[in-house]
C-alpha cells in the first residue's frame, strides 16, 4: 500500500527551503536550527510556517499577492489550506488573551510575515501583541535583573523573538546602551 506523502511536512519543507531565507534576509544561518525546534514542538509554530509556505506557494504559482478579505482580519485565497491554518492559529492565538509560550510567540511573528507578504493589510498587530506579550513576560522573568541580563541570559530562541518584536523604542535604546562592551 502506497501512503500518501503528509502535506504538513512538504509546507514545511518548502519554509524551510524558500520561505525562510525571503522572511529572515538579514538573518545569519543560526536561525535554521531553532525555528526547526519550533516547529517540532509547537504545533501553532508548525500551523504558521504551513501558512506562510502555503501563502508563497500560491504567489509564485499564480504570480500575484494573495488578497486580504476585505482587506481586514483574514488571509484568504483560493487554496482552501491558507483558510484552515489561518483560522486555527487566529482561534487559538487571539482568544488566549493571556500569557504565550515561545511557539506561539514564533507564530505571531509568522503571521504579521504573513499579512506582510499579502500586502500588509488586516489585523497583523493583533499578532504581533502576542509576540510582545511574550517578550514582556520574559522581561518580568524574576530569574533575570533586567533587559539585559534577560537578554544576556535567555535562551537563543527567546533572544530572537524579543528582538524581532522589538518590544518598545525605549526598552531598545536600553539594551543598546547597556549591552556594549
Request: hydrophobic share 35%; with cysteine.
Amino acid at each position: 500500500m502506497t501512503m500518501a506523502p503528509d502535506p504538513r511536512l512538504e509546507l514545511v519543507r518548502h519554509y524551510m527551503i524558500n520561505v525562510m531565507k525571503i522572511q529572515y534576509m538579514q538573518a545569519d544561518q543560526s536561525i535554521g536550527p531553532f525555528i526547526c525546534q519550533m516547529i517540532e514542538r509547537s504545533a501553532s509554530a508548525c500551523d504558521a510556517v504551513c501558512l506562510l509556505s502555503s501563502l508563497h506557494r500560491h504567489c509564485v504559482r499564480d504570480n500575484y499577492a494573495v488578497a486580504i478579505s476585505g482587506g481586514t482580519t483574514a488571509l484568504i485565497s483560493s487554496a482552501n489550506d491558507n483558510d484552515t491554518f489561518y483560522y486555527r492559529l487566529k482561534s487559538l492565538l487571539l482568544r488566549k488573551g493571556g500569557s504565550y509560550d515561545g511557539g506561539e510567540a514564533m507564530a505571531g511573528l509568522h503571521v504579521v510575515s504573513g499579512f506582510l507578504f499579502s500586502g500588509g493589510r488586516g489585523d497583523w498587530d493583533a499578532y504581533l501583541g502576542v509576540a510582545a506579550k511574550y517578550a514582556q513576560s520574559k522581561f518580568e522573568d524574576r530569574r533575570y535583573y533586567g533587559p539585559a541580563d534577560t537578554l544576556k541570559n535567555c535562551p537563543e530562541t527567546t533572544r530572537f523573538i524579543i528582538k524581532t518584536t522589538s518590544v518598545s523604542p525605549s526598552i531598545l535604546i536600553y539594551l543598546e546602551l547597556t549591552t556594549r562592551d
